[in-house]
């Protein structure tokens, strides 16, 4: 074997090494490329389901939304009723006021100012001291 035969030969060995270097490179590629696509494909699963989760949030969201708004309507009825019904009471009580007022104008006047007043004709208790206790 000559030299140029042996020196054919060691460019041969060289490239058949080189080209074995560029296989192996190539396999682990492919592997990444296997790996990125499997991941790419679990990575648009998981988008489908964020974005159908972000919907039953948004729905979620404008149902509250909705319930708050009656909620808020229902309150504020009930607050003009409640207000309605505490200023009929206050009235009441100032007319109730009014006439336990006038009545003991009469009763003590009737009566010359005594605080013990006789038993009135019914037979019910001292009206007038009921009066005074009921203040």
Do not use: W, Y
């Amino acid at each position: 074997m000559d030299m140029t035969e042996m020196t054919g030969l060691l460019m041969d060995g060289i490239l058949i090494m080189l080209l074995g270097a560029v296989l192996f490179a190539c396999i682990r590629v492919n592997g990444r490329l296997i790996d990125m696509r499997k991941g790419q494909s679990e990575l648009a699963d998981l988008m489908g389901r964020l974005e159908s989760s972000t919907k039953q949030a948004q729905d979620a969201v404008s149902h509250l939304r909705k319930e708050s708004a009656e909620a808020i309507d229902d309150l504020g009825s009930a607050s003009r009723k409640a207000r309605a019904l505490a200023d009929e009471l206050t009235l009441i009580t100032e007319a109730g006021d009014n006439l336990a007022n006038r009545l003991e104008k009469r009763l003590t006047s009737k009566h010359g100012g005594e605080e013990n007043v006789t038993p009135i004709r019914s037979g019910r208790p001292d009206l007038l001291k009921a009066l005074k206790e009921a203040r």
